[in-house]
Every structure is written in C-alpha cells, then in structure tokens.
C-alpha cells in the first residue's frame, strides 16, 4: 500500500527555519506529482507548492521566496525547506501524492499524516 511518512515538524521562533521530509513507498515515485499543503485553524487546507516528475516547481505567493520544495526520486523523498518562518505560518502540514503504485493502476490522491508547524507570535 502506499504510504507517506513525515517528519521534521516542530515549535520554531519567528524568523526561523525548519525542513520538513516525507518517504514515500508503495508508489511510482519517479512519475508521481507532490506536494504540501498546509491547514490554519479555521482555515481551508491551501496547496504551500508541488512539484512535477521534471521537477518543475510551483508556490503559493505567501511562500514565494521563503520555501523550496525539492524531491530525490532515487531515495523517493521530498523536501519542503521552510525559511523567516512567520506566525501565519503556523498550520498542520499535509505531504499529498498524486501517481499510482503499480503502471495498470489508476492515478489516485494519497496524503501523509499531517505534522504540525507552530510558530509562536
């Protein structure tokens, strides 16, 4: 089955980084689109960036220039690097999937588990 784990989350100060990984296995890494989300208390859940297969990136403008998403399709890892973190930035981060685990599969979302980001004010 397809699984995405997540790590690195955590309490950081205003002005502060942190660098969140999710592993994925199960799936068709090297083809699968991936992405972050993130959801603020009464918030919608927002796409933070995703990147393609050819690693072409996207990002919100709230976190343009401030985050860089990067993927390692060898270690089927992706990467969100979060830099001059504010208060705003303070949600539940969600790693989101979109591939297959197998080539006769049909392509399907999967989402980590979510790890909380705070960033106090």
């Known amino acids: 089955q397809v699984q995405l784990v997540e790590s690195g989350g955590g309490s950081v100060q205003a002005g502060g980084s942190l660098r969140l990984s999710c592993a994925a296995s199960g799936i068709i890494f090297s083809s699968s689109l991936m992405a972050w989300y993130r959801q603020a208390p009464e918030k919608q859940r927002e796409l933070v960036a995703h990147i393609t297969s050819d690693g072409t990136t996207t990002y919100a403008d709230s976190v343009k220039g401030r985050f860089t998403i990067s993927r390692d399709n060898a270690k089927k890892l992706v990467t969100l690097q979060m830099n001059s973190l504010n208060p705003a930035d303070t949600a539940i981060y969600y790693c989101?999937?979109?591939?297959?685990?197998?080539?006769?599969?049909?392509?399907?979302?999967?989402w980590g588990q979510g790890t909380q980001v705070t960033v106090p004010s």
């Open positions: 989101s999937a979109r591939g297959r685990p197998n080539p006769f599969a049909v392509p399907s979302d999967y």
